[in-house]
């Protein structure tokens, strides 16, 4: 290396913090801002929407501007001229969804802050145009409830703010893959349904008890499976999670969801496409006043699997609509209250369940998220000698026993209170199946799981072990050497979902942090090498050698200096003067070279001290994440094999078992 070469090297800048994609947790902490930037200036039921739309609208936007500069970059390469692989790669056909160029968000984006609102509204409806020929198009998407434009809801400078702050982060597939983008998506729906208050339980269901509901239906390839009361879609899911942890093709999963509210029907609609789900069947409407999933002869479908978290005691429910008889036929157990629904859906649960095959005796399973109050709620008829009066047995208790006497709830279980959100009554669930197998025909399981749980503000939580102590008894149906059996099992696969998160989280950790960190031990050897250097005059001076690695460079130059210098000292007196003038330009060489490289190499120090120390930071914190995620899986993990023990004690007593 020249000395020209190694000086450019030397003064060639290092970036001390480089951009780093974001972690899955860090991405979270991003969109809770987002939320917060909106708070105080509209109801949460009412402004998610706003978000999730700008959301959504700049994560196609970015997808889209990816996928035209990957094409135009193949093109180019390929020969094409700039501008006619620009206008080929913009073609919808070469694309799963659109952008028009109107609709740019940088474009949009820079409207006058009077005019955004306006742009925005225009900007979305320009996009469900261009996408509307598509199997998953986005009609009503980003229009549907929502206006930009509405002052007196979305400020101007609140809104500035929210597209300023989205405006901040590219997110294509390059810097957040759809996984990464989908889980960060359901933490938003969690962060708003954590701040919305009453309404938050109608549109999310925690995911411990989605994926304990999951785990109890087994949803397989194949099967329709139905959420009447869809929300965002967090249920569905679950199943669609658990089909594909067993191995099974999604393609031929049949999904449909009906959903009332039309902000949470198109959250809803955006999650589905955001985790990248092919094709599911959503209708927007009441599910107990006009049910949208109908036979070609308008009878209520009937499904392999439904799973629910209906509104808890809904009162408006629907009474007047069916009050002179209801044309689907589903209330063939009694006329539920008019003030509570939960009769209502559970109704519409049967109805919507497919009856037993006779060839494989196989039938349809709902399992359902219901206020404890449909366990005992309802009195049984009484004669005046038993209490004074003739009471009449009333609706919810009739319809009960029916239940009881057609033999279609399987298990019942009983969960801890403060479990859903905006709702502090402990709710239950309940496993309603038409075909039940011989040896639990004419029983139900009650499993009581209101004692386990880990206490949280606002919401308590399920843990992995909380929900082990329902999915042994529930599994082994109330079999105690069964049990027993099935506990090893149960530990083994929950702790390696345990482990399997936990990885997950340390590869999305390393790949956000492992390219920043590359360059820390080229740096740090660089810097002890650095340190080691002593840079005093006559230090340099005897260690300009050409194997030296910093000063080889100013050797041919101290070569020549020494050479005229040496002529010098040979030299007669006459020639001296004239050997003397030879070697001032040389020597102002060398040492203006000396110098230069001095600088530059003391220079080159700082900065690589600088480096160091700010990757090392980074480095430090990727170790500190890394730490908390092992230990908190530790901690979950500890939790199993302590919730197993105690397990295999319970089933030993066969009285406390019991109780």
Not at 486 to 506: F, G, N, P, S, V
Request: glycine share 8%; net charge negative; proline share 5%.
């Amino acid at each position: 290396m020249n000395l020209d070469e190694l000086l450019s090297t030397l003064e060639s800048p290092i970036v001390v913090r480089p951009t780093r994609r974001m972690t899955q947790g860090e991405l979270e902490s991003y969109l809770d801002k987002a939320a917060d930037i909106l708070r105080g200036n509209a109801d949460h039921s009412e402004f998610r929407g706003y978000v999730f739309a700008l959301l959504f609208y700049k994560r196609i936007n970015d997808c889209f501007d990816e996928e035209v500069l990957t094409q135009v970059a193949t093109l180019t390469g390929a020969g094409v001229p700039r501008e006619q692989a620009l206008l080929l790669a913009r073609d919808p056909q070469n694309h799963h969804f659109i952008v028009p160029e109107s609709a740019a968000w940088n474009k949009v984006a820079r409207s006058v802050k009077g005019l955004l609102g306006l742009a925005l509204n225009n900007a979305m409806l320009a996009i469900e145009r261009a996408n509307a020929h598509r199997e998953n198009n986005f009609d009503g998407i980003l229009t549907g409830k929502i206006d930009f434009n509405r002052h007196d809801e979305l400020p101007r400078d609140k809104l500035v703010n929210l597209i300023n702050h989205f405006g901040s982060q590219t997110f294509d597939r390059a810097h957040v893959s759809d996984d990464l983008f989908g889980n960060a998506y359901e933490y938003l729906i969690r962060n708003f349904a954590s701040r919305a208050g009453k309404s938050s339980g109608e549109f999310y269901t925690p995911a411990e008890v989605g994926f304990l509901m999951a785990e109890v239906l087994q949803p397989k390839a194949g099967m329709s499976i139905c959420d009447w009361a869809s929300g965002s879609g967090g249920l569905l899911l679950q199943c669609i999670r658990h089909v594909k942890k067993h191995g099974g093709d999604l393609r031929q999963l049949r999904l449909h969801g009906q959903e009332s509210n039309g902000t949470t029907y198109n959250i809803s609609r955006i999650n589905m496409i955001l985790h990248g789900i092919p094709v599911w069947e959503h209708k927007q409407g009441d599910s107990l006043r006009d049910p949208r999933h109908l036979t070609a002869d308008h009878r209520v479908k009937q499904f392999d699997r439904v799973i629910m978290n209906p509104p808890f005691s809904l009162e408006d429910w629907g009474y007047d609509t069916v009050a002179a008889g209801d044309k689907f036929g589903r209330l063939s157990f009694g006329m539920p209250p008019a003030s509570n629904g939960d009769w209502a859906w559970l109704q519409q649960i049967v109805k919507s369940l497919k009856d037993a095959d006779p060839d494989t005796g196989e039938g349809g399973q709902g399992m359902v998220v219901m206020s404890q109050g449909v366990l005992f709620r309802g009195q049984p008829e009484q004669t005046e000698a038993e209490d004074g009066q003739n009471q009449k047995a009333d609706a919810e208790y009739l319809i009960r026993r029916g239940f009881i006497e057609a033999d279609l709830i399987e298990a019942i279980v009983v969960l801890p209170s403060k479990l859903f959100y905006g709702n502090g009554v402990p709710g239950s669930l309940i496993l309603l199946n038409k075909a039940k197998p011989a040896a639990r025909q004419g029983k139900v399981l009650m499993i009581w799981a209101s004692r386990h749980f880990q206490k949280g503000n606002p919401q308590n939580l399920l843990r992995p072990s909380d929900l082990m102590r329902i999915l042994v008894p529930w599994r082994a149906f109330g079999d105690l050497e069964q049990a027993q059996l099935l506990i090893d099992a149960q530990e083994a696969q929950l702790i390696l979902e345990e482990e399997a998160k936990r990885d997950a989280r340390l590869t999305d950790i390393e790949d956000a942090f492992g390219p920043v960190l590359e360059p820390l031990p080229r740096l740090t050897a660089e810097l002890a090498t650095l340190d080691a250097l002593d840079l005093k005059l006559q230090a340099v001076k005897e260690a300009i050698t050409p194997e030296h690695p910093w000063f080889g460079p100013l050797a041919p130059l101290k070569a020549e200096v020494e050479r005229i210098e040496g002529q010098i000292d040979a030299a007669g007196r006459g020639d001296k003067a004239t050997l003397k003038a030879r070697l001032a330009m040389p020597k102002v060489r060398f040492d203006g070279a000396r110098k230069r490289l001095i600088t530059a190499i003391k220079a080159r120090h700082k900065q690589v001290a600088r480096a160091v120390k700010e990757i090392g930071k980074l480095q430090e914190e990727r170790d500190t994440r890394e730490q908390e995620v092992r230990l908190a899986a530790e901690r979950e993990i500890t939790h199993l094999h302590e919730t197993a023990a105690d397990l295999r004690r319970i089933c030993a007593n066969a009285e406390e078992a019991q109780r």
